[in-house]
C-alpha cells in the first residue's frame, strides 16, 4: 500500500478524514490529511518535499524547522492606570491591557508518565494596541521572555520552548484560552478587546480538553494516571488555571460576605511556611473569610493579585451586603462570575472603576500604584480614621509614579500602610504579590475591627 492509499484509507462517507478505517470523522485530522495531500502534489510537481503548514517546497538541503528567536531586548509590559473619571467618547484608549500566562511541560513521551505542568512564563499584563490580536501578545511575551517558538503558518504554535506536538502522545500539542474557554479560531484571528486573560497551555490530549466537542474528536479512551493540581491533560492544567484564578470561590459563601467576614475559622496553608514574613497576616484574613487560598490547603503567596481578586478581598473586608445590586455592567463580567458582586460593589462605592467604558478586566493584574489608589478610596468610603505619621520622606522614584495615585501613595505612607521596597523605593509599577496584599490589608482590618 501506497501513503497515498493509506491516506485516503481514513476517507469518511462525507468525504472526510476521521480515525479508524475512516469511520468516524475527526476535525483536526481532516485538516491535516488534506494538508498532506496538497503537499503531496507538490511534491508530484516539483520533486521536492514541502512543509505541511506553509504549502511550499523546501529547497536544497533540507534544513531544520524554522524556529523564531527571542529578541535580544524588548521593553517591560506596562500597566493600565485605574481612570480617575469615565472616559468620555472622544478619549477611548489607543491600547488595551490584557494578561498572558504560558503553562510548559517537560518531554515524556506519553500522557500515563505526566508528573506536573510547568509555568513557564507567571500572569503578565501586556499592553498592546487596541484590535491586536492573541499573536500580537503572544509574540511579546515570548519575545520578552527569550523562549523560542514554532509558528510556520502564523496560525498555529506547534513548538515552543523545544516542546512540540505529538511530542507526549498522538493527541498532544499546544492549545491557547481565553477567559478559561478554548476559542475556536487561530492566534491571528482572535481580536482582542481588552481584559482577557490568555493563558497558552500544553496538553497531552487535547479530546480531553473543553469544547473538544467543537472540533468533532472522540475522547482518548486511555485512562490518566496524573492526579490533583499538576494534571495528567491539558484539561486538568486549565481547570486548575481557572481555579486559581478564583480568590473568592463558591456563590454559598459570595452570598454570606457579612458572615464570611465575622465569623472566625482558625486557617493555615502549607505553602505558607512558619517563617514567611507575611504568615500571621495571611492566616488572620483567610481565618475572617477575607481571603481565600487557591486551594484548601494552598495560599500561593507569591502569585500576583488581579483586580477582581482584590476588589473581593475589599468587598469581603467592608462587610457590606451589595447582593441585589446589579446595576453596573460590562462586557467581560457576568451575573454568575465569582467577583460579579464584589465588582458592582466596587464600581458604586467608587473604589474601583473599568479599564474603559465597556471593561472591567479582572484577570489584569493590580500593580502597586493601583492597590494604593485602591485602599485610598477604601478608607475615604469606610471613613476610618487612621493615625498619620506627618513629615515622611518622599520615596525616591516618586517621580515614577503616576499623577492619579501620588496623593494615594503619599497618604498611605503616612498611614504606615504601604512602605518602600528597599532603599525607599515605592516601584509603582511592579505588579502586587498575595503576600504584599494581606500584609497590606491586615493593617486596615484591624482598624475596621476597632
Given at each position: 500500500?501506497?501513503?497515498l492509499d493509506a491516506l485516503l484509507f481514513f476517507e469518511t462517507p462525507d468525504h472526510k478524514i476521521g480515525y479508524t478505517n475512516g469511520q468516524s470523522e475527526n476535525?483536526?485530522?481532516?485538516?491535516?490529511?488534506?494538508?498532506?495531500?496538497?503537499?503531496?502534489?507538490?511534491?508530484?510537481?516539483?520533486?521536492?518535499?514541502?512543509?505541511?503548514?506553509?504549502?511550499?517546497?523546501?529547497?536544497?538541503?533540507?534544513?531544520?524547522?524554522?524556529?523564531?528567536?527571542?529578541?535580544?531586548?524588548?521593553?517591560?509590559?506596562?500597566?493600565?492606570?485605574?481612570?480617575?473619571?469615565?472616559?468620555?467618547?472622544?478619549?477611548?484608549?489607543?491600547?488595551?491591557?490584557?494578561?498572558?500566562?504560558?503553562?510548559?511541560?517537560?518531554?515524556?513521551?506519553?500522557?500515563?508518565?505526566?508528573?506536573?505542568?510547568?509555568?513557564w512564563i507567571p500572569a503578565t499584563n501586556y499592553t498592546v494596541p487596541k484590535n491586536a490580536t492573541v499573536k500580537d501578545v503572544f509574540e511579546k511575551a515570548l519575545g520578552d521572555a527569550h523562549i523560542s517558538y514554532i509558528n510556520r503558518s502564523g496560525n498555529y504554535v506547534s513548538s515552543i520552548n523545544g516542546l512540540a506536538?505529538?511530542?507526549?502522545?498522538?493527541?498532544?500539542?499546544?492549545?491557547?484560552?481565553?477567559?478559561?474557554?478554548?476559542?475556536?479560531?487561530?492566534?491571528?484571528?482572535?481580536?482582542?478587546?481588552?481584559?482577557?486573560?490568555?493563558?497558552?497551555?500544553?496538553?497531552?490530549?487535547?479530546?480531553?480538553?473543553?469544547?473538544?466537542?467543537?472540533?468533532?474528536?472522540?475522547?482518548?479512551?486511555?485512562?490518566?494516571?496524573?492526579?490533583?493540581?499538576?494534571?495528567?491533560?491539558?484539561?486538568?492544567?486549565?481547570?486548575?488555571?481557572?481555579?486559581?484564578?478564583?480568590?473568592?470561590?463558591?456563590?454559598?459563601?459570595?452570598?454570606?460576605?457579612?458572615?464570611?467576614?465575622?465569623?472566625?475559622?482558625?486557617?493555615?496553608?502549607?505553602?505558607?511556611?512558619?517563617?514567611?514574613?507575611?504568615?500571621?497576616?495571611?492566616?488572620?484574613?483567610?481565618?475572617?473569610?477575607?481571603?481565600?487560598?487557591?486551594?484548601?490547603?494552598?495560599?500561593?503567596?507569591?502569585?500576583?493579585?488581579?483586580?477582581?481578586?482584590?476588589?473581593?478581598?475589599?468587598?469581603?473586608?467592608?462587610?457590606?451586603?451589595?447582593?441585589?445590586?446589579?446595576?453596573?455592567?460590562?462586557?467581560?463580567?457576568?451575573?454568575?462570575?465569582?467577583?460579579?458582586?464584589?465588582?458592582?460593589?466596587?464600581?458604586?462605592?467608587?473604589?474601583?472603576?473599568?479599564?474603559?467604558?465597556?471593561?472591567?478586566?479582572?484577570?489584569?493584574?493590580?500593580?502597586?500604584?493601583?492597590?494604593?489608589?485602591?485602599?485610598?478610596?477604601?478608607?475615604?468610603?469606610?471613613?476610618?480614621?487612621?493615625?498619620?505619621?506627618?513629615?515622611?520622606?518622599?520615596?525616591?522614584?516618586?517621580?515614577?509614579?503616576?499623577?492619579?495615585?501620588?496623593?494615594?501613595?503619599?497618604?498611605?505612607?503616612?498611614?504606615?500602610?504601604?512602605?518602600?521596597?528597599?532603599?525607599?523605593?515605592?516601584?509603582?509599577?511592579?505588579?502586587?504579590?498575595?503576600?504584599?496584599?494581606?500584609?497590606?490589608?491586615?493593617?486596615?482590618?484591624?482598624?475596621?475591627?476597632?
Amino acid at each position: 500500500m501506497s501513503t497515498l492509499d493509506a491516506l485516503l484509507f481514513f476517507e469518511t462517507p462525507d468525504h472526510k478524514i476521521g480515525y479508524t478505517n475512516g469511520q468516524s470523522e475527526n476535525a483536526m485530522a481532516t485538516e491535516q490529511g488534506f494538508r498532506a495531500l496538497v503537499n503531496y502534489k507538490a511534491f508530484k510537481e516539483s520533486g521536492e518535499p514541502a512543509y505541511v503548514y506553509q504549502f511550499i517546497p523546501k529547497s536544497g538541503v533540507t534544513p531544520e524547522p524554522t524556529v523564531t528567536p527571542a529578541p535580544t531586548a524588548s521593553p517591560n509590559p506596562t500597566e493600565s492606570p485605574v481612570p480617575t473619571s469615565k472616559p468620555s467618547d472622544n478619549d477611548q484608549p489607543a491600547t488595551i491591557t490584557v494578561s498572558f500566562k504560558l503553562i510548559g511541560d517537560s518531554h515524556h513521551e506519553e500522557p500515563s508518565k505526566h508528573k506536573e505542568s510547568e509555568t513557564w512564563i507567571p500572569a503578565t499584563n501586556y499592553t498592546v494596541p487596541k484590535n491586536a490580536t492573541v499573536k500580537d501578545v503572544f509574540e511579546k511575551a515570548l519575545g520578552d521572555a527569550h523562549i523560542s517558538y514554532i509558528n510556520r503558518s502564523g496560525n498555529y504554535v506547534s513548538s515552543i520552548n523545544g516542546l512540540a506536538e505529538f511530542d507526549n502522545g498522538p493527541n498532544s500539542g499546544w492549545m491557547y484560552m481565553i477567559n478559561g474557554s478554548h476559542p475556536s479560531v487561530g492566534l491571528k484571528e482572535y481580536v482582542l478587546q481588552g481584559g482577557e486573560a490568555i493563558l497558552w497551555h500544553y496538553t497531552d490530549d487535547y479530546t480531553k480538553e473543553e469544547s473538544s466537542e467543537k472540533w468533532g474528536s472522540k475522547p482518548n479512551t486511555t485512562p490518566s494516571t496524573s492526579g490533583g493540581g499538576g494534571g495528567g491533560s491539558g484539561k486538568a492544567d486549565a481547570q486548575t488555571d481557572n481555579k486559581a484564578n478564583e480568590e473568592a470561590a463558591p456563590t454559598s459563601e459570595a452570598t454570606t460576605n457579612t458572615q464570611a467576614a465575622s465569623n472566625t475559622v482558625q486557617k493555615s496553608f502549607t505553602d505558607v511556611k512558619a517563617d514567611h514574613w507575611a504568615k500571621e497576616a495571611i492566616e488572620t484574613l483567610a481565618s475572617k473569610g477575607v481571603i481565600q487560598g487557591k486551594s484548601e490547603i494552598k495560599f500561593a503567596p507569591n502569585e500576583k493579585v488581579t483586580r477582581a481578586e482584590f476588589i473581593t478581598m475589599l468587598y469581603r473586608m467592608s462587610k457590606e451586603d451589595a447582593q441585589n445590586d446589579n446595576e453596573v455592567t460590562f462586557k467581560d463580567v457576568k451575573a454568575e462570575d465569582w467577583f460579579a458582586v464584589a465588582v458592582n460593589w466596587g464600581v458604586k462605592v467608587e473604589i474601583i472603576k473599568g479599564i474603559d467604558e465597556e471593561n472591567f478586566g479582572p484577570q489584569c493584574l493590580v500593580t502597586r500604584e493601583q492597590m494604593a489608589a485602591m485602599l485610598a478610596r477604601y478608607i475615604r468610603y469606610m471613613k476610618l480614621e487612621l493615625k498619620a505619621e506627618e513629615n515622611k520622606e518622599a520615596f525616591k522614584d516618586e517621580d515614577n509614579i503616576s499623577d492619579y495615585a501620588k496623593e494615594s501613595v503619599k497618604t498611605l505612607q503616612q498611614y504606615n500602610i504601604m512602605k518602600g521596597k528597599g532603599k525607599n523605593s515605592f516601584v509603582p509599577k511592579d505588579q502586587a504579590t498575595r503576600a504584599e496584599a494581606a500584609q497590606i490589608l491586615v493593617i486596615i482590618f484591624k482598624q475596621n475591627e476597632k
